[in-house]
């Protein structure tokens, strides 16, 4: 049994669900136990860091201060929390005199917190390898090209990742799962994440560019690991095709909906009956078993 | 504008730039950005996603704020467009963190209050450090709603096809349909009273 902290922000409470119930679902499935941190509150987003630094790391810092004792690594889903977590430590073990006493007083040992993304945990050869001893369905018929995003990489000396420029977890991962997993260089180009409300249009020109080159590649689905691309490439799909005067079709992933599926989960389905653009056209044509999509 | 005169042949003369040091050691001092260090190579803007929707490219940002041109920044769009990807810095040979320095100019725009070169997205950031101020979460169905409204009224075509797809993500059961928040929120009080008091948030 792995047992590490959770921080799994706002998201998942709402848009995210299905990544949250999909997320409990692996867990069990994988001997994982994930601690919540009791009483967690907001990253602040990119509003935060946009508008005030200061806010910005206290939300971080009281974050961190709740994790110090608990089980580590502290594992987060979400890219951007990840981000604002794992910046704010970096910069508080250099000064932390931004914190205020209220905050402070819960502990300053952000030494001892391990920021860790959700996809990066389930993708160690030693979790890779369980998923592959527990397989139920093999992922056949699903070509994806994995999209990691921005949050989740970059800056390396914040994220602590290596393989920055062309990660490789999700495709091992996935590939290991029977699924036809294909390259492409946009694994972590940005979707203008939080720009969809108030620059929607920005969000589908890039949007647009990542549909064009995963269909160019000859994918037919997109798999990721951070519910800001999964809303933004499934939200508006509809909407973006029109725009490019093309049929797109290509649903959208968490990777662990694919997990749960691959390792026989009964509630898959459900997961996956939370998106806007059903994937039960494809799961169909891929020759899965009825009981993963005839619901959908 | 001093000099004026004797530029006056030149087709632009009042946009000639009188380059000023007095702003790069602040901001760097201030902010940690490090453009003091740029060289210009611009491999921040080639690989920045966002330069098509830009008034200036991230290589021209820190250009200005090396020449001490501070009210141009204030006043551009990129600083507002700048999705904090990282992509300019993860690839800047000298590491000089450009989404930092945008950060950094954004926050000094809002709280001069001065009117920004994109008034809804910092809309959008305003409503939705409310609202962590508030319950110490984010509610996104209150936030979208009280956007909505502050932009273009609750019968906007906007409003109108954003409550289209609330509808579908709702019958789909991805909307709250309660607020949640942190329960201790003595330190929320404490974090936002004194932003509150400058009337920033």
């Known amino acids: 049994m792995f047992k590490v902290s959770y921080y799994p922000g706002c998201s998942l409470e709402a848009t995210a669900r299905d990544y949250a119930e999909s997320i409990a679902g692996v867990a069990g499935l994988m001997d994982v136990k994930f601690n919540e941190l009791k009483d967690w509150n907001c990253c602040g987003a990119t509003a935060a860091h946009s508008l005030d630094h200061r806010v910005t790391l206290n939300l971080a810092a009281r974050n961190l201060a709740l994790a110090q004792g608990q089980a580590q690594p502290l594992v987060v889903p979400c890219a951007l929390c990840f981000n604002r977590l794992a910046s704010a430590r970096h910069e508080l073990l250099e000064d932390s005199s931004l914190i205020i006493d209220e905050i402070a007083r819960l502990g300053t040992d952000y030494q001892s917190v391990q920021v860790l993304e959700l996809n990066e945990f389930f993708t160690t050869p030693q979790m890779i390898a369980l998923a592959e001893s527990r397989l139920e369905q093999d992922l056949t018929g699903l070509k994806p090209v994995c999209y990691y995003g921005c949050q989740g990489q970059r800056p390396p000396a914040v994220t602590g990742k290596k393989d920055y420029e062309n990660p490789q977890g999700l495709d091992r991962l996935l590939s290991g799962l029977g699924a036809e997993v294909l390259d492409w260089p946009f694994k972590t180009d940005c979707c203008g994440a939080s720009h969809a409300v108030a620059r929607p249009e920005l969000v589908f020109t890039l949007v647009a560019r990542l549909y064009q080159w995963a269909l160019e590649r000859g994918a037919n689905c997109l798999v990721t690991g951070c519910q800001m691309c999964q809303a933004n490439l499934d939200m508006y799909q509809e909407q973006i095709s029109r725009q490019m005067g093309r049929e797109v079709y290509l649903p959208v992933f968490y990777f662990t909906e694919l997990m749960g599926l691959a390792l026989g989960h009964q509630q898959t389905n459900k997961w996956l009956g939370r998106h806007l653009v059903s994937p039960r056209l494809l799961l169909e044509n891929s020759g899965l078993p009825r009981g993963v999509w005839e619901r959908l | ?201």
């Open chain 2, 1 to 201: 504008m001093p000099g004026e005169a004797n530029h006056s042949s030149s087709p632009r003369a009042g946009d000639a730039i009188r380059p000023s040091g007095s702003w790069l050691a602040r901001v760097d001092a201030a902010s940690g950005a490090g453009a003091a260090s740029c060289f210009g190579c611009k491999k921040c803007s080639n690989g920045c996603p966002l330069t098509f929707a830009m008034d200036l490219h991230p290589y021209q940002v820190v250009r200005y704020l090396q020449l001490g041109q501070i009210e141009k920044l204030e006043k551009c769009r990129t600083i507002w467009l700048c999705a904090s990807c990282q992509t300019c810095l993860t690839r800047c040979p000298n590491e000089v963190d450009l989404p930092r320095l945008m950060d950094w100019l954004t926050e000094t725009v809002f709280k001069r209050g001065e009117e920004a070169a994109e008034e809804r997205v910092l809309l959008f950031h305003r409503l939705f450090l409310n609202d962590v101020a508030k319950r110490g979460r984010v509610f996104e169905g209150s936030l979208m709603a009280g956007y909505l409204l502050k932009t273009g009224g609750a019968f906007g075509v906007e409003a109108l096809a954003n409550a289209r797809l609330g509808l579908r993500m709702l019958k789909k059961g991805r909307m709250k349909l309660l607020p949640a928040g942190t329960k201790d929120k003595a330190w929320l009080k404490a974090l936002f009273k004194e932003a509150k008091e400058k009337g920033d948030v």
